[in-house]
């Protein structure tokens, strides 16, 4: 819970330093950074997938749940941008985006913390969370596409994004390299590097979610050994925190000025709110789901877990401002990100509470 509070006073400070400070001269530089921290914890996000290649057939409702369970905040909160903000339909689509990642570090952590590791609610989180983050890369490129436009440079980026979709399934976990948190780092360097020069190149960008995601995919990884930290030694759970740390600060410092047009704190802080019921209210279909698997409770419960959004749902806000979108839209959805973020660990208590009260827990078959 601490590192919560922690993740929601770093974006807040951030984002009140980038409208009382001029940043601009240091602007190239800290997005630099920031997308190296974001390579990071996207290379991490790719750990963390796995799937098996011989019931590949069983995932196939999985993704279906997670991805509606994505698309349903990210249309609400897009259409509330359009109609209420008036903002426009392509900004408020990318700018939306950022209601549909559940945070999936965030949410494996305090789960085991709370002893839910060994429950159906885990198990299932844990697939349907990357599936999540998944989806949110994977809807970057039509958005990409609505931004820019139909570019001849973008049919590279398509055939490059569709080389490393095809390498991040048919490698998945098989490169046997080191995973240590300093090499990680490395390897993000790496990717933000490599994404700048392509943009240099082609004038088009790459951003580094799928490519450091894809990575991550790849690289062999034992899931169950590191879920209890034996492979991270105390100086590289240290890096870690200050990757994660300093990602979030720097996409409140990415902040542009935030202009009102007249607008009070108090209706920007109604906003907010609704914002925020909306994108959660978005993230509940999987209650309707698994009737035979889990009972109610259990169901409900799942939701619940799907609601905490983190690091790649602020990852998300920096693209959208890096394409120049600015306005209340995007300081809603800061402010909204922020919430939510205070508001995980109320998330997990419910969770608790509705599974230690809950008769039928494990009584249902699953599949």
């Not at 698994?290 to 983190?310: Q, T």
Request: glycine residues 8%.
């Amino acid at each position: 819970m601490n590192q919560v509070l922690i993740f929601s006073g770093l974006l807040v400070a951030g984002m009140t330093v980038s409208q009382l400070i001029d940043l601009s001269s240091v602007r190239v530089f800290l997005t630099s950074i920031t997308m190296v921290c974001l390579a990071y914890i996207m290379i991490e996000v790719g750990l963390e997938f796995t799937i098996d290649k011989k019931k590949m057939g069983s995932y196939g409702t999985d993704y279906l749940v997670a991805a509606t369970a994505a698309a349903f905040p990210w249309i609400l909160c897009a259409g509330y941008f359009i109609f209420v903000f008036g903002t426009d339909w392509k900004d408020a689509l990318l700018a939306g985006r950022f209601a549909a990642p559940t945070s999936a570090g965030v949410l494996f952590t305090m789960l085991a913390a709370a002893g839910l590791a060994s429950t159906w609610l885990f198990k299932k989180a844990r697939i349907l969370a990357i599936f999540d983050d998944l989806d949110t890369v994977l809807f970057m490129i039509p958005l990409k596409m609505l931004i820019v436009g139909l570019k001849p440079e973008l049919g590279l980026v398509v055939f490059v994004i569709g080389v490393l979709l095809f390498l991040g399934y048919k490698y998945l976990h098989v490169w046997r390299i080191p995973t240590g948190k300093n090499w990680l780092l490395m390897y993000a360097v790496i990717i933000a590097v490599i994404c700048d020069l392509f943009y240099r190149a082609v004038n088009v960008h790459l951003e580094v979610l799928l490519p450091a995601f894809i990575l991550g995919c790849v690289i062999h990884f034992s899931h169950e050994y590191a879920l209890n930290n034996h492979q991270v030694s105390k100086q590289e759970k240290v890096l870690d925190k200050a990757m994660k740390y300093l990602f979030m600060l720097l996409v409140g410092l990415s902040l542009p000025k935030i202009d009102l047009a007249g607008v009070s704190l108090g209706v920007v802080a109604w906003h907010v709110l609704i914002v925020t019921v909306l994108a959660n209210l978005g993230k509940c279909y999987a209650s309707f789901c698994y009737r035979k698997e889990a009972s109610l409770r259990e169901r409900i419960a799942l939701s619940v877990a799907m609601l905490p959004r983190g690091e790649v749902g602020a990852g998300v806000l920096l693209v959208s401002i890096g394409y120049g979108i600015t306005g209340l839209s995007i300081t809603v959805a800061a402010l909204s990100l922020a919430l939510n973020l205070l508001m995980t660990g109320v998330f997990i208590m419910i969770i608790m509470k509705l599974i230690k009260h809950d008769p039928n827990q494990g009584k249902l078959k699953t599949p």
